[in-house]
């Protein structure tokens, strides 16, 4: 049986990542998946180096701190959205932009889950035109198209892959989370 993953990918700044980390921990922590923070996007350091772990440790959680670990020597792996299970090392903006219909986010309520939930905020597939003038419709479309995802604190418990790729502008935050599992790393 192949271990199941969460990889948080860095997105805005510093408090954002960090309230999207305590949230991602609780999504790990009640799907049992193993943990990668990766904030090798550029925004803190040089991009293609992961600096998250070079500030902060994580604590009492089960995590990696590689994405090497994770894709080199597997098999083809499961992988959402798939377009990031081809390009894993891909940074967010890379890959995607936030895209959201204003009409439709205050009509769908915010404790929908899974697919619809796109409807509220999504992350567009980057090399898709964006039309101003249609946002609606293509909010809509978005529920279809498998390589455009909702905001991390969106997603359902049960999703059958084995590497969930999870990003977020600022979800719930979780107090007592962030205090157990998150630690900043102190110089020896």
Not at 94 to 123: E, F, M, T
Request: aromatic content about 14%.
């Amino acid at each position: 049986m192949t271990d199941k993953h969460l990889i948080v990918k860095g997105g805005a700044g510093l408090g954002n990542r960090l309230i999207t980390l305590s949230n991602a921990i609780e999504y790990a922590k009640k799907t049992s998946r193993i943990l990668l923070v990766d904030w090798s996007d550029g925004q803190f350091g040089v991009k293609g180096k992961n600096v998250f772990y070079d500030y902060f440790c994580l604590n009492q959680i089960n995590h990696t701190e590689s994405i090497d670990s994770i894709f080199t020597g597997k098999t083809k792996l499961k992988c959402y959205p798939p377009v990031w299970g081809e390009s894993p090392f891909d940074s967010l903006y890379d890959l995607y932009v936030y895209y959201n219909s204003n009409y439709l986010q205050h009509i769908i309520p915010a404790n929908v889950k899974g697919s619809i939930s796109k409807l509220r905020g999504c992350w567009r597939q980057k090399d898709i035109p964006d039309n101003k003038n249609c946002r609606d419709w293509q909010a809509l479309i978005s529920v279809f198209k498998r390589n455009d995802i909702t905001l991390g604190s969106m997603y359902r418990r049960k999703m059958n892959y084995d590497v969930v790729f999870f990003v977020d502008f600022c979800p719930k935050f979780y107090t007592e989370t962030f205090r157990k599992h998150i630690t900043i790393k102190t110089t020896s």
